[in-house]
């Protein structure tokens, strides 16, 4: 019986030797393989580049669907307001997370009114002239914060924009006013400079005529 059984344990003790000995193709031989396809940074633009960030605050967005009659989910991301570092204009975009995909994208005008939704004071809603799916829509829309205070921050900040926007127009109109006012006195002036120019020429052609008289009167005295 030992005869039989000594092979087979030498046999498996040599079949474990082997296996513990690295094989030729898990050894490590220090090569680097060069990749065949370089890959370059690409730089991406947002189209933000040019605006100063006034608000970013974490939220989700929806937007009434009239044919359905009832709110559907736009998203959820970063709503953030915009300053145009050159023409002074405001916006209001918002992307949704990890996508980059924009949910809102319009301006911010003087009359848009932010309003609190149905009591409930984490959500406000606003109409707005959208330009997200790329083309002007009518929409309105509900954003919802994780915070009541982040729902004040953004209403309060839209109606500081609104009613800063509304003061500049005023001005403008002002302005306006004024300018044209200037315009009307200057033109009522020149009127009145030509009207003036026009009546004294009468008299000066009155006065050549009684010079020639005078002098026919001259002659005939000679």
């Known amino acids: 019986m030992a005869t039989t059984t000594e092979p087979t344990a030498l046999k498996r003790e040599d079949e474990e030797e082997d296996d513990s000995k690295p094989s030729a193709e898990d050894e490590d031989t220090g090569a680097q393989v060069a990749p065949i396809v370089k890959l370059q940074e690409v730089a991406v633009t947002t189209g933000e580049e040019n605006e100063d960030v ?3 605050l974490k939220s989700k967005l929806y937007r009434f669907d009239k044919e359905g009659n009832q709110w559907k989910e736009r998203g959820v991301g970063t709503v953030k307001l915009l300053k ?5 204009k405001v916006r209001l ?8 995909k924009i949910c809102a ?3 911010v005008l003087p009359t848009m009114a932010v309003q609190e939704h149905h009591g409930n004071e984490k959500s406000c809603v606003w109409h707005a002239a959208d330009f997200s799916d790329g083309e002007l829509k009518d929409e309105t829309f509900c954003i919802r914060f994780a915070s ?3 729902c004040k921050t953004f209403k309060d900040k839209i109606e500081e924009i609104t009613e800063s926007l509304s003061k500049d127009s005023g001005e403008s109109e002002e302005g306006t006013t004024a300018a ?3 315009e009307k006195l200057s033109v009522e002036g020149k009127d009145k400079e030509e009207k003036s120019g026009t009546t004294e020429a009468p008299s000066s052609a009155e006065e050549k005529k009684d010079e020639s008289e005078e002098q026919e009167k001259t002659a005939d005295e000679k």
Do not use: F
Not at 84 to 88: D, I, L, R
Not at 93 to 100: A, C, E, G, H, S
């Open 180 to 182: 044209n006012l200037i």
């Open 84 to 88: 145009h570092k050159e023409s002074g």
């Open 105 to 107: 994208n319009h301006l």
């Open 54 to 56: 006034l608000l970013d």
């Open 148 to 150: 009541i205070e982040n």
């Open 93 to 100: 975009v918002m992307r949704q997370n990890k996508t980059l």
